[in-house]
């Protein structure tokens, strides 16, 4: 006697498993608050980034300052009234050695 | 019924909506987004530096020097504040303590006027902006701008020009190297456009466009700083000495042409250039006609010489005594006069009559053509911009007259810079240098070398070497030996031109001159000194030849020359 076992065929599911569902929400909770976050420092950069570019100016000007104070005291005039102050004068006559 | 009038009410309700939202969407959409953007974007002009210019050393001799003014918003002061920040201001900025009460009543006055924005203070220190800004004063903010540096003070004025505005506020150069250079100097400001947040931040995440400024160009010149203060120094001491109405004073390097020293007395100080008269602005080197006197001999010698019409051992004979043409008698500037004298002699006792022999042996045509060659009656294109030429006349309109005058360099004009340059080419064996200031012009990406550049071959070398040695028997034997630095071969001649006033020559107003250049064997400088109706004595030999001298005796000692004698 052959028993012939009765085959069922499963059906199959509908729509995604509920665990891909939760696993999505999840994700785009966390993606969510990311931004939140992301979005939250990048405004406290923005003032951070005001700030150095407010400095590099300053910097940049303090620079440009010093640069021209030491041309100030480079200067021939400042230099031959400094050296008269110091006593120094125009050499009366010169000798070569040859 | 009732539907239908509850439908129809709910139509035009939604249709008012539709139509509302197509105004806003779409008749006024460009006007509103050009609103928004002004809320959201801010736009930042950032200011090109303009260039320095430097001597040839690269040190400072112009760079711009930021500077602050100090304004107030009245209307964003509380009254009983105004007084308070008034006080706090006054303290910083007040240099002497005693006046502080004062200069807070005028802030104070400032500050209480019915207007939105008041300036307080113009040109404060970087310094005394942070000291402000630490106080943290509602209502009280900066502007920058920025104001040229001259380290050498008033140094160099009538060569740099001075940095003015145009007709629209503007930054602008005139005269000299800052009016020349002007389109290189200052360069080309830039935007920076930003998302701004509720608080006026920036918004990294927001749209950014910027076009960088480009700052100006530097310009590197031939100028070089030590011979500039030893001409500067000595020209203003000669001023006083000789009593001159004016003196000015030009070195070039005859091998290539480029200036390494330019001055003019009276000067004026470019940062206030608005409290002097106009007439200070031009460069006297390049832009005053004058006639050159003696100093002119040496180029109608050259002339006669290249054409082969005279020999350095030719003799005058013409020159016994004084000259009589078309009515007019031409004299020696001492009345002595050397018979069958040589053209060595001529130069060295600077005879008039001798010179008028050697005009008449050039004669008109070849004269004419040898002042064009010369680079006379046209500019030199030099790099400044006032630089103007005085005309010849057309040679149809010369007499015979004008052609002897002219020998001896009176009745004919040209500028300092013209006539430097023309002896130059005696020194360098007969190239006529184009003349510049500017050395390089340079950036962050690059700099342009200016060449030397040879204008013309205008007297053959062996030409050049005998009118030399004239010269350096002027200086040994001539009116000014005892003002030579011993031990020297200088090569130089005197000039003392009459002043033409009201159709006649004035015999007490001269122009002193001097012109030469050394070593004259390998000459470093070819320098020209002019004495504008000096007072001390009308002659160059007595006032122009010393104050060359010296400079000369400086100038040998900072090339490191030793005397070949």
Redesign the interface.
């Known amino acids: 006697m052959t028993i012939i076992k009765k085959f069922e065929t499963t059906e199959p599911k509908k729509g995604f498993s509920k665990r891909y569902i939760v696993l999505s929400i999840v994700c785009l909770f966390v993606l969510m608050l990311v931004e939140i976050w992301a979005g939250n420092n ?2 406290a ?3 951070k ?2 700030k150095l570019s407010s400095i590099a100016k ?1 910097l940049h ?2 620079n ?2 010093l ?2 104070e030491i ?2 005291y ?5 230099v ?1 009234s400094k050296s008269a102050e110091l006593g120094f004068s125009q050499a009366e006559s ?1 000798q ?1 050695i ?1 | 019924m009732r539907i239908f009038w509850i439908q129809t009410v709910f139509l035009l309700f939604f249709l008012s909506i539709i139509i509302r939202l197509f105004y806003w969407q779409v008749v006024r959409a460009e006007f509103l987004q050009s609103q928004a953007e002004n809320q959201h974007f801010t736009d930042t002009k950032i200011d090109a530096t303009r260039g320095n210019i430097l001597f040839s050393d690269e040190s400072i001799l112009a760079s711009s020097n930021p500077v602050f003014s100090l304004y107030g918003l009245p209307k964003a002061i509380a009254t009983d504040q105004k007084v308070k920040v008034a006080y706090l201001i006054a303290k910083v900025l007040s240099e002497d303590p005693t006046e502080v009460d004062t200069f807070a009543k005028d802030v104070t006055a400032k500050l209480s006027q019915n207007l939105y924005w008041v300036q307080l203070e113009k040109n404060i220190s970087i310094e005394q902006k942070k000291q402000i800004e630490n106080l943290n004063l509602p209502g009280i903010g900066f502007q920058q701008g920025s104001t040229r540096f001259y380290p050498e003070g008033s140094s160099s004025a009538h060569l740099l020009g001075f940095l003015g505005s145009d007709a629209r506020g503007a930054s602008k150069g005139y005269f000299g190297l800052e009016g020349y250079f002007d389109g290189e100097l200052k360069g080309m400001s830039g935007l920076v456009r930003y998302e701004r947040d509720a608080l006026g931040l920036p918004i990294l995440i927001g749209n950014f466009f910027a076009t960088e400024a480009r700052d100006g160009k530097d310009l590197v010149l031939n100028i070089d700083r030590s011979i500039q203060f030893i001409i500067e120094k000595n020209l203003k001491a000669g001023i006083e000495k000789y009593g001159a109405k004016a003196a000015s004073a030009v070195v070039m390097d005859p091998a290539t042409g480029g200036i390494l020293a330019m001055a003019s007395f009276p000067s004026y100080d470019p940062l206030k250039y608005f409290n002097y008269p106009k007439e200070y602005f031009k460069n006297p080197v390049v832009a005053d006609q004058y006639e050159p006197g003696s100093t002119f001999k040496v180029l109608v010698m050259a002339a006669a010489l290249n054409e082969d019409l005279v020999q350095p051992d030719t003799r005058c004979d013409d020159c016994s005594g004084p000259i009589s043409i078309g009515g007019f008698v031409i004299r020696t500037w001492n009345n002595k006069y050397f018979p069958d004298t040589n053209l060595k002699d001529v130069i060295v006792h600077s005879d008039n009559t001798g010179m008028v022999f050697v005009g008449r042996k050039l004669g008109l045509d070849k004269f004419y053509s040898y002042l064009g060659k010369f680079g006379f009656g046209k500019t030199s294109d030099i790099d400044l911009q006032d630089e103007s030429s005085p005309d010849i006349r057309p040679k149809s309109d010369w007499r015979e007259i004008d052609l002897a005058t002219a020998s001896f360099g009176q009745g004919i004009a040209v500028t300092e810079i013209q006539m430097v340059r023309a002896v130059a080419a005696i020194a360098n064996g007969g190239n006529l240098m184009e003349p510049h200031v500017v050395r390089e012009v340079k950036d962050e990406k690059g700099s342009f070398e200016v060449k030397p550049k040879v204008k013309d071959k205008v007297i053959k070398d062996s030409v050049a070497q005998i009118v030399k040695e004239m010269m350096v028997a002027a200086v040994e034997e001539g009116e000014a030996k005892v003002f030579r630095p011993k031990g020297f071969r200088i090569a130089g001649k005197t000039g003392t031109a009459q002043i033409p006033v009201a159709g006649h020559y004035d015999p007490n107003k001269t122009i002193a001159s001097f012109v030469g250049f050394a070593p004259a064997d390998d000459p470093k400088f070819v320098m020209l000194v002019r004495y504008d109706e000096p007072s001390a004595s009308i002659f160059g030999s007595e006032t122009a030849a010393p104050t060359f001298f010296e400079i000369a005796k400086q100038l040998l000692l900072y090339y490191k020359i030793a005397p070949s004698e």
């Open positions: 990048v405004v950069y923005g003032e980034f005001d300053t000007l303090e440009q300052i640069e021209n041309a100030k480079e200067s021939l005039n400042n031959a010169i070569y040859r």
